[in-house]
């Protein structure tokens, strides 16, 4: 692995996993690709990618096997389920799980595979939204042994224009849990701005201007404040989404031994908004919650 | 007029039934309110109707007020046609829940007139009132509370003395509003939880109430007023929320952290922009089991 690229193994072609693979394809990795709906897998090998039937195929023969899921079952199943990865894993292979995991979760299943196998495990959740997978300009947050971050370094930066190594297994997605804590919750924060702006009597489209270059200014403030003052509910992280990344961090920071009230009661609100039928809507649709409603016995059907 | 005459001001879900048990147990008592069906109920039992609070005060040595909030307690005793102005008045007795500081900023114009008060908010509700078995907490002059006594007793049992500073008996008042406000949530919660995971509202509130998450919430307000679906607990969503953020308010002034008491508040509040603000305060109950998504259906069913 010292000059030649490494032979890649992609499973999980989904919103993130699709363009960051195309990336690597086009940098001329050579890579064989996973994904349960076969329609994924087709696109990319056309742009060079060898099809493979399962997970163990897939991983058969890679110094490197890619990650990136939706759930932790689905990195379960992948991993340590019938034709799972395990059982191509050597002494020789790395791991790089992409994956927004828990801590927990991460550390768990890395232990579970570096004993069974000797593999090396990295986690490395990325931040940045398909777009910047597509350009190679993501932001990866990792954690592993320095001597497998380090061969694997120009790989990262292919992909990614901000590479952080955080520390050992399982503190990528430390710092990648401790990044939704502070946008879970500014998507709640933002939304009652919004809402208080509206209420009191001012434009609450020009609230971005009005604090540019101030305390309050910053790229939540400038990105995801006007899409909200907007009404703008159009799905690009869905609230359902964001919920179980907050709860994540709840659970996490049971286990740490700390408190989170701030975004403990985040979690709650789009519990909220869940329950209220709203899961599907962007994490903006928070705002939802606060527009309030005239009057309730109209709303309830006249249930009396 | 005698010096057995009293006078009252506010007639509403708390004064009404108030001056109904006086003028039963034979009392003179002179009133004012701005409604005037109020007013008209009141005379139709027997109390004497007057033109103003300060008309009251010209009547009657001893007045109570009973009003909805602290901007109309400062008015009715403070304003230009207020109970101060009064020519008879001696002792003033405040029965809202206010807050310590309006409290105070009432005593102290009016001690200036030489008239000596009293805070004496109530416990118990309209219904406490009509089985003449309402708390009542009192701060401020001992020979108020002895002059009030004999109208007070006409509705009330139980009399907690707090001592001359005036105030005092607010800062108790709302204390317990606190805890009603939070009770009223959190055992929504209990509720919802619990019905969600099969469990029936009356097994519920028998366990409740014989262990130790009991409260006059879970033995009295839910399984009367939301077991029954029949939300008539008769005190409106808003004026629950109105309690807490005065409790919240003089927390702030007094610097006492508010953990679980500030969200409390908040919730009353969203309860309101979900439409509720004039409905019965118990309704929230349903608000919480529709968040649950448990149906109307198993509701209706369960009740």
């Known amino acids: 692995m010292t000059s030649a690229k490494p032979r890649l193994a992609y499973i999980g072609l989904g919103l993130m996993g699709g363009p960051m693979a195309r990336r690597l394809l086009s940098l001329e990795y050579p890579m064989r690709v996973f994904d349960v709906d076969a329609g994924r897998m087709a696109g990319l090998v056309k742009a060079g990618a060898v099809q ?29 389920g019938e034709d799972g990865l395990l059982g191509s894993l050597s002494t020789e292979s790395v791991v790089v799980d992409f994956s927004t995991v828990s801590p927990d979760f ?41 001597q497998a971050v380090k061969a694997l370094r120009s790989l990262f930066t292919d992909i990614a224009r901000q590479v952080t190594h955080v520390g050992k297994t399982g503190t990528g997605s430390v710092a990648k849990m401790i990044a939704q804590l502070i946008v879970g919750s500014n998507y709640a924060v933002l939304a009652e701005a919004v809402r208080l702006a509206e209420a009191s009597g001012m434009n609450a489209a020009l609230l971005p201007e009005c604090v540019k270059f101030g305390h309050a200014d910053g790229v939540l403030m400038q990105q995801l404040y006007p899409r909200i003052a907007a009404h703008d509910f159009t799905p690009r992280a869905y609230a359902r989404q964001l919920l179980k990344d907050l709860e994540m961090v709840q659970e996490e920071a049971r286990v740490a031994g700390t408190a989170t009230p701030m975004s403990g009661q985040a979690t709650q609100l789009f519990r909220l908004l869940i329950a209220a039928g709203h899961g599907d809507m962007d994490g903006t649709g928070i705002y939802r919650l606060y527009e309030g409603v005239e009057n309730h016995h109209e709303n309830r059907g006249g249930a009396q | ?112 007139k030489g008239i000596s008060t009293l805070d004496a908010p109530v416990s118990g ?162 608000l919480i089991e529709g968040w649950a998504g448990i149906s109307e259906d198993i509701v209706e069913t369960a009740a």
Not at chain 2, 59 to 71: G, I, K, N, Q
């Open chain 1, 106 to 146: 991460c550390r768990r299943i890395a232990e579970r595979a570096t004993d069974k196998t000797g593999s090396q495990w990295i986690d490395a959740p990325v931040s940045g939204g398909p777009s910047a997978a597509a350009d190679g300009t993501l932001t990866i947050m990792m954690g592993g042994t320095q």
């Open chain 2, 1 to 112: 007029m005698s010096n057995d005459a009293y006078g009252f001001v506010g007639l509403g879900a708390m004064g009404f039934p108030m001056v109904s048990k006086a003028v039963e147990a034979g009392l003179s008592v002179f009133v004012f309110d701005t409604s005037s069906a109020a007013l008209e109920a009141v005379v139709a039992r027997g109390a004497k109707r007057v033109g103003s609070a300060a008309a009251v005060a010209d009547a009657a040595e001893t007045v109570f007020v009973s009003l909805p909030d602290a901007s109309i307690v400062e008015a009715v005793a403070l304003g230009e046609t207020g109970i101060i102005h009064g020519s008879r008045i001696k002792h003033y007795i405040d029965l809202s829940t206010t807050g310590p500081t309006m409290a105070r900023t009432v005593a102290d114009a009016m001690t200036r």
């Open chain 1, 52 to 80: 493979t039937f399962s997970p163990i195929a897939c991983a058969k023969g890679a110094d490197v096997i890619l990650i990136n899921l939706p759930s932790q079952s689905a990195i379960e199943a992948v991993v340590f």
């Open chain 2, 125 to 286: 509700g309209p219904i406490g009132v009509r089985n003449g078995s309402l708390a009542v907490m009192a701060s401020g002059s001992e020979a108020t509370l002895e002059k009030a006594k004999a109208f007070l007793t006409t509705f009330a049992t139980t009399f907690v003395y707090l001592g001359p500073e005036v105030g005092k008996a607010q800062v108790l008042k709302l204390a317990n509003n606190l805890l009603t406000a939070t009770n009223m949530v959190i055992v929504g919660e209990a509720l919802a939880f619990a019905e969600k995971g099969g469990v029936a509202p009356e097994d519920l509130f028998r366990i409740i109430n014989a262990g130790s998450g009991r409260s006059w919430v879970s033995e009295v307000a839910y399984p009367k007023h939301v077991v029954t679906r029949q939300y008539d607990q008769n005190f409106r969503t808003e004026l629950m929320h109105k309690d807490v953020t005065l409790c919240m308010q003089e927390a702030e002034r007094m610097g006492v952290p508010m953990w679980l008491g500030s969200n409390v508040r908040q919730f009353w509040q969203f309860a309101m922009t979900q439409g509720m603000a004039s409905e019965d305060c118990s309704r929230i109950a349903a």
